[in-house]
């Protein structure tokens, strides 16, 4: 061994002091304190609850693919008003609508194949109802669209659409 080199130990500590940081380093982080626990999301069975005006492009290719971006945006601002579970047997009304939608989502027209006649009041709220749905989501696809639903109107004013419906008693 030459005068002038450090003793063997130096290394020796050297590793000592590095492992003794790195165990001190593992300690300190594993007593942190848990992390808060996420708030419990309810399940969701349906359309989640939207603000007006927050449509999405839709992909549908079809007006038949369409209608359930349409009953889905329809749901979601309508969440309160939904019939929840299956139908009674007897339906206050039912009604079969048309809806012509542009480009943008905006409702361009909207037509009764189907019209519930003994309930003037649900005519008027349903196309209320639709109207003020817009925009909707826009058929990026195929430009505009028409797209016919069915409303299933039950006595209390609440309503399900034919396409989302949980069926009837």
């Known amino acids: 061994m030459k005068p002038d080199s450090p003793p ?13 940081m790195a165990s001190v380093a593992a300690l300190i982080a594993a007593c942190r304190s848990a ?9 969701v069975t ?9 449509a999405r492009p ?6 038949r693919a369409y209608r359930q971006d349409a009953a889905t945006h329809l749901y979601g601002l309508n969440a309160s008003r939904i019939y929840q579970g299956r139908l009674p047997p007897l339906l206050y009304a039912i009604g079969v609508l ?3 939608i542009d480009a943008r989502g905006r409702v361009l027209r909207t037509s009764w194949m189907r019209a519930p006649h003994q309930a003037p009041e649900v005519m008027a709220e349903i196309e209320r109802t639709v109207r003020a749905a817009a925009p909707f989501p826009a058929p990026a696809r195929m430009g505009k669209v028409t797209y016919t639903d069915t409303w299933l109107w039950d006595k209390s004013g609440k309503f399900q ?9």
């Open 8 to 20: 063997p130990t130096v290394p020796r500590q050297r590793w000592f002091r590095t492992g003794l």
């Open 35 to 43: 992390p808060s626990p996420s708030p419990s999301v309810p399940h």
């Open 46 to 54: 349906g359309p989640v609850p939207a603000t007006k005006g927050s």
């Open 58 to 63: 839709s992909a549908a290719s079809d007006p």
């Open 98 to 100: 048309q809806v012509d």
């Open 161 to 169: 659409l034919d396409t989302l419906t949980e069926g009837q008693d």
